[in-house]
């Protein structure tokens, strides 16, 4: 069974700088993507970034496009977000999933998502 655990939230002051990680456990035979997503109390989840896990092709929301980059270690099965010139309209429980496609709308073939991470900025 396929685990995903997100760490490296916290709280930062804007322009400032934070790295999430995403460790997944368990077979990752058939995960196609990895991408990351927020939800703000009230809203509906947001793509923020994704990654092709094979090939490392990136895809991001243009919110984010120029501040955050996603990479993966797929040798630690780790997937990575830095997050730089952070603003307070980031701030929301970011989650790390798997998709069965990936692209600019990943979201929309979401599977299996973490606990989340709270990114907090002021």
């Known amino acids: 069974q396929v685990q995903l655990v997100e760490s490296g939230g916290g709280s930062v002051q804007a322009g400032g700088s934070l790295r999430l990680s995403c460790e997944v456990s368990?077979?990752?035979?058939?995960?196609?993507?990895i991408g990351w997503f927020r939800q703000y109390p009230g809203k509906e989840r947001e793509g923020v970034a994704a990654?092709?896990?094979?090939?490392?092709?990136?895809y991001y929301d243009d919110s984010v496009t120029g501040r955050f980059t996603i990479s993966q270690d797929n040798a630690k099965k780790t997937t990575y977000l830095q997050m730089d010139h952070l603003k307070t309209e980031d701030t929301a429980i970011y989650y790390c999933?798997?998709?069965?496609?990936?692209?600019?709308?990943?979201?929309?073939?979401?599977?299996?998502w973490g606990q989340g991470t709270q990114v907090t900025v002021s």
């Open positions: 999933g798997t998709g069965r496609m990936c692209g600019r709308h990943w979201m929309m073939y979401l599977e299996l």
């Open positions: 368990g077979s990752t035979d058939g995960t196609n993507c």
């Open positions: 990654i092709v896990t094979l090939g490392g092709t990136t």
